[in-house]
C-alpha cells in the first residue's frame, strides 16, 4: 500500500510505485544501505518480529530527511515468509 504520505515523501503515485521490491523503485531512499538487512529478514535469519532501522534519505525535494523505518516478516498460514511490511516514518522536518 503506498499512502498520500509516502507520495509526498517520494514524488510517486501508488500506480507508478506498483513494484514487487521496493528497491527497484528510484527514489530517494539508500536502497544498498537497507538491502541487506531486508533480505536478513526475508530469509528469516534476522529478529523474528519487527526490526527497525533509522537513516536519512532524499526527498522528492532532493533535500535531506531523517527516517525511521520498521520492517516486519509477513507470514503465511504455515509460518513462512511471503513477504515484508514496511512502515517508514519522517522523523525529523524538512
Keep these: 500500500m503506498w499512502s498520500p504520505g509516502a507520495e509526498d515523501l517520494w514524488g510517486l503515485r501508488p500506480d507508478e510505485a506498483e ?28 529478529e523474528n518480529g519487527t526490526s527497525t532501522m533509522s537513516l536519512s534519505a532524499l ?6 530527511v531523517d527516517l ?20 517508514i516514518d519522517q522523523t525529523a522536518a524538512e
Design 19 to 46: 513494484s514487487p521490491d521496493i528497491l527497484a523503485l528510484d527514489i530517494g531512499l539508500p536502497t544498498a544501505e537497507i538491502a541487506p538487512w531486508l533480505r536478513e529478514v526475508l530469509a528469516g535469519t534476522g
Design 59 to 64: 526527498n522528492r525535494r532532493g533535500k535531506t
Design 68 to 87: 525511521r523505518i520498521a520492517v516486519s516478516p509477513m507470514r503465511s498460514e504455515e509460518g513462512a515468509i511471503s513477504g515484508l511490511i514496511l512502515v
